[in-house]
């Protein structure tokens, strides 16, 4: 028999609400809205006293205004963000040896043999304790047997609070709860989920699995097990290996540092484009050179969390002007980035990025069309020895010249 599992999950309680007010105090108490300030902006996040009106992220900010009338609106600062976040890490990290960063916000911690010797929740409970003494943020705690039951744990402990779910608890816990609760049922599946009556957890665990396959398609066996109490995910450790690189060896080693810059935009742009397919975020980038006398040398940064074109692009020109400092062929070149987490989709709420973003999209999804070299800069045009598709007025010129006043401008051609 498989020993019980014991899977902590701490997520931290409206996290940009939380930053703003340790900067401001005075918002402590008060409706607040995370966001940008024009017309098209977005709620990124809010607080509890704004949730009261019926305010939640995502929202246009118009309506949450109208909602919410005295709500106090702050621009969101991501990179403010990506450094609490990190500070957050960094005590986890001092306490366990292994942890999963789901987001820029939330972490899960395997504790499975803890108990035999500190007892997993006072070991879990002691590290909520220190992040909350030493970054002056609320975080909340959920811990059970599994990641899916820890979570739906640490949402029914809000705000900063915490709670176990025993294993022989689990089914006890879930089934009272309603069905939009479990991670995985997104408002077209509630949807359909309520029209055949289906409004708790215990009436989804209920259900005929093959019905359920037909309802949800292939998701349909995990969503089931998860009803059931049943997750064996495991936690997925947080460390260098998450991570995505190019590498590039020339036909012929070379000096000329136009083509090293423009194999290097390129690398940055292909990154930036997977980290924005698979929703995640990068914090650390580091730059790779190999000399024709076959010494390596590398360099590496810490970034805010991005999966933007333009911030891998800008860092990987400081990075190798630093890294290349011999009058020397380079025989490769290399961009990694790592430290990645989920958030793709948090960093889009923010208004001073959301018509670059909106760029990212569009042009992404030309990529998914027609190939990820179908849309590239002008600079980084010679460093590709494939053919790029000509693609007729696939991109609006509105898009083109967005492109070209962000990059060009910017980061030169």
């Not at 820029?104 to 007892?119: A, C, M, N, S």
């Not at 509630?190 to 359920?212: K, N, Y």
């Not at 914090?283 to 999966?307: C, E, M």
């Not at 889009?348 to 800069?377: C, M, N, P, W």
């Amino acid at each position: 028999m498989e020993p019980t599992r014991y899977i902590a999950h701490l997520d931290m309680d409206t996290f940009f609400v939380s930053v703003e007010r340790l900067h401001n105090p005075r918002l402590h108490g008060l409706p607040v809205l995370v966001g940008g300030m024009g017309d098209r902006a977005v709620v990124a996040a809010c607080s509890y006293e704004a949730r009261k009106f019926g305010v939640h992220s995502a929202m246009p900010m118009k309506r949450a205004r109208m909602l919410c009338p005295e709500a106090i609106v702050v621009r969101g600062d991501w990179d403010s963000y990506s450094a609490k976040s990190k500070e957050v890490t960094a005590i986890i990290a001092d306490r366990v040896p292994d942890f999963e960063k789901a987001s820029i916000d939330e972490h899960y911690i395997d504790l499975t043999g803890f108990e035999r010797f500190y007892g997993a929740y006072d070991w879990v409970h002691d590290i909520r304790r220190r992040i909350r003494k030493e970054t002056g943020l609320p975080i909340s705690l959920g811990l059970s047997a599994n990641k899916t039951v820890s979570k739906i744990a640490t949402r029914t402990a809000k705000p900063d609070g915490e709670r176990q779910v025993f294993p022989d608890q689990i089914r006890h816990f879930l089934g009272p709860l309603p069905v939009r609760d479990m991670p995985g049922v997104g408002p077209k599946m509630g949807i359909q989920l309520t029209e055949i009556g289906v409004r708790t957890i215990a009436q989804l665990a209920a259900l005929p699995l093959e019905l359920l396959l037909r309802i949800a398609g292939k998701n349909g066996l995990k969503l089931w097990e998860r009803a059931n109490g049943i997750d064996p995910t495991p936690v997925v450790p947080y460390n260098d290996q998450l991570s995505i690189s190019k590498e590039l060896t020339f036909e012929a080693d070379t000096m000329d540092q136009k083509l090293i810059r423009q194999v290097l935009v390129s690398m940055a742009e292909n990154l930036g484009y997977q980290l924005r397919h698979q929703g995640k975020l990068a914090s650390g980038i580091s730059v790779k050179i190999r000399y024709a006398n076959f010494d390596t040398h590398s360099r590496d940064a810490q970034l805010p969390y991005t999966a933007s074109d333009h911030m891998l692009i800008e860092k990987a020109g400081q990075l190798l002007d630093k890294v290349y400092d011999r009058r020397m062929m380079i025989r490769l070149i290399g961009l990694k980035v790592s430290g990645l987490v989920h958030g793709f989709q948090q960093m889009t709420l923010f208004e001073e990025s959301s018509e670059l973003i909106s760029l990212y999209q569009k042009l992404d999804r030309l990529r998914d069309k027609f190939g990820e070299k179908a849309v590239i800069r002008a600079c980084g045009i010679e460093a590709h020895t494939e053919k790029v598709p000509e693609i007729p007025s696939a991109l609006p010129s509105y898009a083109a010249k967005l492109l070209r006043s962000r990059y060009d401008g910017h980061h030169g051609r």
